[in-house]
């Protein structure tokens, strides 16, 4: 069994801070790595200064996607799942101001962003469009140099390792590579797809533990919709693009304050089940997600951070309308709690094979790695919560990926922002539609199978011009003028 197989639940769910997994969250985590690697080669006590090299798609949006900021936020060896966003900024600031960097947190060098981390706008490397190089300069004279590639949702491979290397130690109960294998052991053990995950993450960590970190997950979603549904002004970036959630929070239930993310909720459920009310607060959630996001601020990658918006919105929809277990009087019973878990669980083991099977990021197969995985799912995961079989929940990924095939990746000035975060709402409705679809179907009857799509959406992401792989080198990027300055 190969190191690709072994994809956890927590490895497609991960915490982090916007706006990018494969541009910010990736190249921190490569930052950390390299780290670990001067110490582990027993060199970093010589280590008298670091440059940073980007390649291809990281240096060609690296400045939109904050690439540069999450390397020298990761020599500091901060970690991005608590790291105070909010000292983002005094931080970076300080290392330009100062020209020093405390390494690992234990030692300060000197370190010039604009000479130290340079952006190799007209080089990539062939293994991936995301790449960068770090060089250590040691007190002997000497150097010590690491490549990493950022591959998508803040996956990181080193260079020559085998992707997922660092996870060769379990044997999973029930591997799957494919969608195929997958309902094979769904239909011989006759467990659902998130049963089938939760005996796999057994071979990881306890079950109460793997309750307890989904569950940890969806609170960080959860924190994040309601920070972006309460929060207004414009967009970092120089877009000048103004947040929206916040403005259709309060046109759906009026402007008043809430004194907690439960009593919130409470006050959207009395609104009724109205379908045009029930749309909106969808469009809302995925709009408060990717707005929090371009904002540098605390989100889940789902499984990328460009994408981070669909699949909370399309849980929040389940969690607020669908469910039922509900209890009007207190929010997270036990069986919903178990609810959101399965949710999350089913959404891992679809976007994992994804991962396997074609590829989850942007510079590598455009927009439908992104928008169209998430999408896909979302679709897959709200099937099963809805009733419907494995067959159904492999059926409504297809459905959602079959709509998204062929979807570029084309960031105005490299931002997350136009038209990433509408994409995410567009990505939420298609979930919901591919759930229905699904749900009044014979899945026997299917013509196109998730292997068949995944299949084609590699090829179609081998086919696309490179211009298309955020880039911003075509498509929106450059059919709108880059003196933009109303959005």
């Not at 014979?442 to 211009?467: F, G």
Request: include cysteine; charge should be negative.
């Amino acid at each position: 069994m190969t190191e690709q197989e072994q994809i956890s639940v927590f490895d497609m769910f991960k915490i982090g801070i916007g706006p990018s997994s494969s541009h910010t969250l990736g190249p921190w985590r490569a930052a950390k790595l390299f780290l670990e690697s001067l110490e582990k080669e027993g060199v970093f006590d010589f280590v008298t200064g670091v440059n940073v090299q980007l390649f291809g798609s990281l240096a060609k949006t690296g400045k939109g996607h904050g690439t540069d900021i999450a390397i020298e936020l990761g020599l500091c060896n901060y970690d991005p799942v608590t790291f105070d966003i909010n000292q983002i900024a005094p931080e970076i600031n300080s290392i330009a101001e100062k020209k020093k960097l405390n390494l690992f947190s234990k030692k300060i060098i000197d370190f010039d962003p604009a000479q130290d981390l340079l952006f190799n706008f007209s080089k990539s490397l062939p293994y991936h469009p995301n790449a960068m190089t770090l060089t250590a300069t040691l007190s002997n004279g000497k150097s010590f140099e690491e490549t990493y590639y950022s591959v998508g949702g803040g996956f990181v491979v080193k260079d020559g390792e085998v992707p997922g290397q660092s996870n060769r130690r379990v044997i999973l109960k029930y591997p799957a590579n494919t969608s195929a294998e997958l309902m094979k052991h769904c239909e011989t053990e006759q467990l659902s797809v998130s049963q089938i995950v939760l005996e796999n993450e057994d071979s990881w960590r306890k079950e109460s533990d793997v309750r307890s970190g989904v569950l940890k997950i969806w609170k960080v979603m959860t924190e994040c919709i309601y920070r972006g549904c309460h929060a207004s002004g414009e967009l970092p970036g120089g877009l000048k693009v103004t947040r929206r959630a916040a403005e259709l929070n309060k046109k759906l239930i009026g402007d008043h304050s809430y004194s907690s993310f439960e009593e919130w909720v409470k006050r959207i459920r009395s609104g009724g089940n109205n379908f045009k009310y029930i749309l909106d607060w969808v469009t809302c959630f995925a709009l408060a997600v990717n707005e929090e996001n371009a904002s540098f601020g605390r989100v889940v990658t789902a499984p990328t951070n460009g994408a981070a918006g669909v699949i909370p919105a399309v849980l929040m929809y389940y969690y607020l309308f669908m469910s039922p277990n509900v209890s009007a009087e207190k929010e997270n019973t036990p069986l919903l709690e178990d609810e959101l878990v399965r949710f999350l669980l089913t959404a891992s083991e679809i976007g994992s094979i994804f991962k396997k099977g074609a590829t989850i990021s942007a510079a590598m197969g455009g927009c439908q790695a992104e928008i169209g995985v998430s999408s896909a799912m979302a679709a897959g995961a709200l099937t099963e919560r809805m009733g419907g079989s494995p067959q159904q929940s492999m059926m409504a990924a297809e459905i959602a990926m079959e709509h998204h095939l062929g979807l570029t990746c084309d960031p105005i000035r490299g931002l997350v922002q136009i038209p990433c975060i509408e994409r995410n709402t567009m990505g939420a409705m298609k979930a919901l539609t591919a759930a229905q679809l699904a749900l009044n179907r014979d899945p026997s009857n299917a013509k196109v199978s998730l292997d068949d799509v995944v299949k084609t959406m590699w090829h179609t992401a081998l086919d696309m011009n490179h211009k298309f792989k955020e880039t911003a080198e075509g498509g929106l990027a450059t059919a709108v003028p880059i003196s933009l300055s109303e959005c």
